[in-house]
C-alpha cells in the first residue's frame, strides 16, 4: 500500500535520513522503533509532505507522492498523529473532531464519523465542549487519534503514542490501536517502546542514526541483537 | 454634564471603528506573525481610492466602498503572496522594514498621483446630525458604529462556526497540526490577509465623511491601530474591540476637558498606565 525507497531527507541540507526504503501492506501494523534522535519523526513528516526529501520515492496506492502537498496527501488518506499531541488548545473537542475532518473527502461524513469516533472514545463524548488544553494528556492523545480517525484515514501514522502517558493509559492506546487493526486499518506506529510495540505490530524496522538497521517481522526483530544495539545507541 | 455625555458617545463611536481597525491586524498576526506597518497607509490608500471615485463618477464613498473593498483585498491578497510570504522565516525586523517599506511607496505613489494638500471626500450624510438631549451626533459616526460592530460580529461567527473561520484559528493555535489536518496553511495566510486589507477599506469608508485626508496620515492610523492591537492582546478578539472603545473614549474625553492638542496625546497616557499596570493589556486569556 506505502512504499519508500531510498529516502534521503534533512534539515538545511544536512541529511538526517539516508536510503531509507520502508513498506506497508494493506491492514498490517508496521512498527517504527529508534533511539531518540534516529530519524523516525523526520520520516513520518516525509510521508506528511511537511518535510520535503532531498532523493527518493514515495510510492501510495501504485501512485507517486513524493512531491505531493501536505494538503493533498491528507486527501489520500495518508494521516499523520503528530508526537506531542498538537490539540488546537483553545478549541473544544468537538471543533478538534470537526477539523479532523477538515479535508474535501471526509466533511461529507463527518456526522457519521464523529459517532463513530465517540463510541471509541466515550470519554470524550462526555467533555465534548471543553477546551482541549485543559485536557489531561492521556485525553489529549484520545482526542489526537479521535481526529485522525476523523479524516478517515487509510493509513494512520501514529508518532509516539505513549509518550509521557501513565502504563494504564498505554495499555488503552494500545488497546485501541489493536481495535482499529481488527477492523483493518493500515498502521505506522513510532514508538520508543520496544516491548509493547514488538507484542502489537506484525512487522518492524528499527532505525538507527537515519538508517534503517534492523527490519523484519517482530519476532525475528526481538531476537535480533543489533535492535538492542541500535536501542541503546552503541 | 452634557460635555461629558458628549464626549462618551463620540468615543464610543470612534472607539468602534478603532476596533475594527485593529481586527484586520489583530487577524493577519494570529496567523502569520506579520506586524503591517504599512496598515494605516492601506486605509489611505482606500480613501484616496474613494476620493478618485468621487471625482470621476461623483460616487458617494458609502456606494464606493462596494468597489474599494474587493480592489483593496485583491491588493491585500497580492502584496501578501508576492512581498510578505517570500520573506517567512526570515527575521521580524526585515519583515517589519518591508511593511515600512511598503508603507513609503504607498504615501509617496498616493503624493504623486494627487499632490500634497489635503482633500474632502465628501458624502450626502456628512452634515447630518442625530440630536438626543443634550447630545449631538453625527450620522456619519453612528454609522460607523453600527457597520463596525455589524462586521465585528460577523467575523466573530464566521471564525466560531464556519469551516473557514476553524482553519483561521487552527493555523493561529498550532500551524503544523493546521496542515496535518489538510488545511492549506499558505493559501489561510494570503486569504486572511486578504481580508484584513478589506477590512481597511470598509474602515476607510467609515471614516471619511467629514474627515479631511492627506497623504501622508497613514502612520497616525498605524500607530492608533497598533495601540489598540496590543491594548487587546494581539489576538484575542472580543479585548481588541473593547480596546478600540477605550482608545476612542480617551480620544474623545482628552479633547473635550483637555485641549484640541494636548488632548491627542491622552490615549498613549492612556495606553502606558494601562500596560504598566497590566502587561498582558485587556485580556483575560493568556494565550
Ligand atoms: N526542524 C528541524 N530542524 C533541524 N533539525 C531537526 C529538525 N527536526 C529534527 N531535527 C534533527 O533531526 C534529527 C532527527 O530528529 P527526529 O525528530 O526525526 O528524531 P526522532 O527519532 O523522532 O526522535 P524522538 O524519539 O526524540 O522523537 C535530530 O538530530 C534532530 O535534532
Ligand atoms: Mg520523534
Same mark, same amino acid.
Given at each position: 500500500m506505502l512504499e519508500v525507497e531510498g529516502l534521503v531527507a534533512g534539515y538545511g541540507g544536512t +541529511? $538526517? @535520513?539516508?536510503d531509507v526504503s520502508v513498506r506497508l501492506a494493506a491492514g498490517e501494523i508496521v512498527g517504527l522503533l529508534g533511539a531518540n534522535n534516529a530519524g523516525k519523526t523526520t520520516l513520518i513528516n516525509c510521508l506528511s509532505g511537511i518535510v520535503q526529501p532531498m532523493a527518493g520515492r514515495i510510492v501510495f496506492d501504485g501512485q507517486d =507522492?513524493?512531491?505531493?502537498?501536505a494538503r493533498e496527501r491528507v486527501e489520500l488518506g495518508i494521516i499523520q498523529v503528530p508526537e506531542g499531541r @498538537? =490539540?488546537? +488548545?483553545? $478549541?473544544s473537542i468537538r471543533e478538534n473532531l470537526l477539523l479532523g475532518g477538515f479535508c474535501d473527502r471526509a466533511r461529507p461524513h463527518r456526522p457519521a464519523q464523529m459517532e463513530k469516533v465517540l463510541e471509541l472514545f466515550p470519554r470524550l463524548k462526555e467533555r465534548l465542549t471543553q477546551a482541549a488544553g485543559t485536557l489531561s494528556g492521556g485525553e489529549q492523545q484520545m482526542l489526537a487519534i479521535g481526529r485522525g480517525l476523523m479524516a478517515e484515514a487509510r493509513i494512520l501514522m501514529l508518532d509516539e503514542p505513549s509518550l509521557g502517558l501513565s502504563p494504564l493509559f498505554v495499555q488503552y492506546i494500545f488497546e485501541i490501536i489493536d481495535k482499529l487493526h481488527k477492523d483493518g486499518l493500515t498502521m505506522l506506529l513510532v514508538e520508543q517502546n520496544l516491548n509493547l510495540t514488538l507484542r502489537h505490530a506484525q512487522r518492524c524496522y528499527v532505525l538507527e542514526r537515519g538508517q534503517i538497521a534492523v527490519e523484519g517481522d517482530a519476532d525475528i526483530v526481538k531476537n535480533d541483537p543489533r535492535t538492542r544495539q541500535a536501542y541503546l545507541g552503541l | 454634564m452634557s460635555e461629558f455625555w458628549q464626549a462618551l458617545a463620540q468615543g464610543v463611536l470612534i472607539g468602534s471603528t478603532y476596533g475594527l481597525l485593529a481586527l484586520g491586524m489583530g487577524l493577519v498576526y494570529g496567523v502569520s506573525g506579520i506586524v503591517n506597518f504599512a496598515h494605516g497607509d492601506f486605509i489611505s490608500l482606500a480613501m484616496f481610492m474613494s476620493l478618485a471615485l468621487f471625482s470621476a463618477f461623483a460616487l458617494d464613498p458609502y456606494v464606493s466602498a462596494l468597489i474599494t473593498i474587493p480592489v483593496m483585498a485583491l491588493i491585500g491578497g497580492l502584496v501578501y503572496r508576492y512581498l510578505l510570504r517570500p520573506m517567512a522565516g526570515h527575521q521580524f525586523l526585515m519583515i517589519v522594514q518591508l511593511t515600512l517599506g511598503l508603507s513609503l511607496v504607498i504615501q509617496n505613489g498616493i503624493l504623486m498621483v494627487f499632490g500634497g494638500q489635503p482633500a474632502r471626500t465628501p458624502?450626502?450624510?456628512?452634515s447630518k446630525l442625530i440630536i438626543l438631549g443634550d447630545v449631538v451626533l453625527r450620522l456619519p459616526h453612528l454609522i460607523a458604529f453600527v457597520v463596525a460592530f455589524a462586521m465585528a460580529i460577523g467575523l466573530y461567527v464566521m471564525l466560531r462556526s464556519t469551516d473557514f473561520g476553524r482553519s483561521i484559528r487552527a493555523v493561529h493555535q498550532n500551524a503544523r497540526a493546521a496542515a496535518l489536518m489538510g488545511v492549506d496553511v499558505g493559501r489561510v495566510q494570503v486569504v486572511t490577509f486578504a481580508i484584513g486589507v478589506g477590512i481597511l477599506a470598509v474602515a476607510a469608508a467609515l471614516l471619511l465623511p467629514g474627515t479631511p485626508i492627506t497623504p501622508t496620515q497613514g502612520l497616525q492610523y498605524t500607530v492608533i491601530t497598533l495601540l489598540v492591537v496590543v491594548l487587546g492582546g494581539m489576538t484575542n478578539f472580543v479585548s481588541i474591540m473593547l480596546s478600540g472603545l477605550v482608545i476612542g473614549l480617551s480620544e474623545a474625553f482628552g479633547q473635550i476637558y483637555v485641549s484640541d492638542t494636548l488632548g491627542r496625546l491622552v490615549p498613549y497616557a492612556i495606553f502606558v498606565l494601562i500596560m504598566l499596570f497590566r502587561p498582558q493589556g485587556l485580556t483575560w486569556r493568556t494565550s
Open positions: +541529511p $538526517m @535520513l539516508r =507522492v513524493t512531491r505531493a502537498t @498538537l =490539540v488546537f +488548545p483553545e $478549541m | 458624502s450626502i450624510v456628512e
